[in-house]
Every structure is written in C-alpha cells, then in structure tokens.
C-alpha cells in the first residue's frame, strides 16, 4: 500500500498562473485534509472533506479550491497563484473516529514568483 | 478558536539525556490526543497516542492531565535518531472529530 500520495512533489509558479495539487489514498479512509506549513506558523487546515463529494472550509481557505469526486482523491486548485502562497503543501487522511492514526503525504513544495 | 500551545524549543540536549515536553489545549472537550513527530523537510507520523491512564512506548511516555488541560511527553536515554520536531495534536469530541488541532511543534535536538 502506498498510504497517501500527492503529485507533483516540487512546483514553480508565476503570481497569476494556476495549478492543481493531486492527493490520493489507497486506503478507504472517509476524511481527507489540505494543510500548509510555514515557518513558525505550524499546520494549518485549508480544507477537508469527511465524505466523497463533500468538502469544507479550515482555517485558511482563501484563494483555494477543492473537489472530492471520488473517494480516493482529493484534489486542491489554485486560481491565481499569489507569492503569499508559497508554502509546504500536505494532504493528510484519516479514519472516523475518535483515535484513528491521520497518515500525511509526502508534501509539495510550492513557490510563486 | 481552539489553541494547542507548545514552548517551540528549540531542546538542545545531549545523548542519554531525559527530556520532558508539555502542551496546553484550551478546549476543555477535547476528545483525542496524540504526539506526532515531523523530521527535517517530512511529513508528520504519529508517534503515539496519549490516553487518559497514560501510556508508555519504549522509551517514550505520554501523560494527560484532563483537569489541567495538558499533555506530556517524556524521551528517556535520548538518541541522536530522536532529533526531531514534536508535534501536539487535539480532536475535538463529537461533531468537531474529523477535524485535528496541531500545536506548532517542539524542536528537539539530540547533540553526541
């Protein structure tokens, strides 16, 4: 099983271009999570999902999009790339329940010019 | 808002050492508790839960202090492999359980 994947693992972009991040999970897990970290700002949640075609706002959601189509993958879009969006982008899924395990992805490190 | 508080370190402390980390949460709800640990340009792994009975792995023990709202982390005969940053994890009860509160992390590091 490979856990959590994300695509791409690095990316440069241009303020104004667009992108998609990529998150998979192979292991049927119901939650899944966009954070971003940054130095000295710790994890921070854009956005979740508890259910296939169900998604919510965190606490920084702006300037982010995301759709869960399917079960398995968790997709986050930038509009319009700002330079304030440069960080270390995780997916993160997680069982229901009070003590199950959240795996993280490897993360993507983005940078906008 | 709810707030998990950790003193952000950094622990400079040598090989064998024992070395202690705590962290406070403001929701008195709170449900569930875990220490993650996050290496250098990685991901997060939980390194252990934290119940209310407390809980030993190896050479690590977790306490929780419900009345008080904090929980600790205890790293006996530290190892150079241990240098890491920890991070304090909270879920809310009820409704707020899917959604994971993360202290900003305590950087440890193990010195020979």
């Known amino acids: 099983n490979a856990g959590v994947t994300q695509t791409p693992k690095f990316r440069v972009l241009k303020t104004g271009q667009s992108m998609t991040l990529l998150c998979a999970q192979d292991?049927?897990?119901?939650?899944m999570y966009w954070y971003r970290q940054d130095p000295g700002m710790g994890l921070r949640l854009i956005h979740y999902s508890v259910g296939e075609g169900t998604t919510a706002k965190g606490e920084v959601p702006d300037g982010y999009n995301v759709s869960r189509l399917k079960k398995q993958n968790f997709l986050l879009g930038l509009e319009s790339a700002a330079p304030s969006q440069t960080s270390v982008y995780f997916c993160a899924a997680r069982e229901s329940g009070g003590y199950n395990e959240q795996f993280f992805g490897p993360g993507t490190r983005l940078t906008v010019l | 808002r709810k707030e998990v508080e950790q003193d952000p370190g950094p622990f400079n402390v040598p090989e064998g050492a024992t070395v202690a980390f705590n962290c406070t949460y403001s929701n008195s709800a709170s449900q569930s508790f875990f220490w993650y640990r996050q290496d250098c340009r990685k991901e997060p792994k939980l390194l252990m839960s934290v119940y209310s009975s407390g809980n030993e792995d190896g050479r690590f023990t977790a306490q929780l202090n419900r009345a008080s709202q904090y929980i600790s982390l205890l790293i006996r005969d530290s190892k150079l492999s241990d240098s890491a940053t920890y991070l304090c994890?909270?879920?809310?009860?009820?409704?707020?359980?899917?959604?994971?509160?993360f202290g900003k992390g305590t950087k440890l590091s193990v010195i020979p």
């Open positions: 292991m049927n897990h119901e939650y």
């Open positions: 994890v909270v879920t809310e009860s009820g409704a707020g359980s899917y959604q994971l509160t």
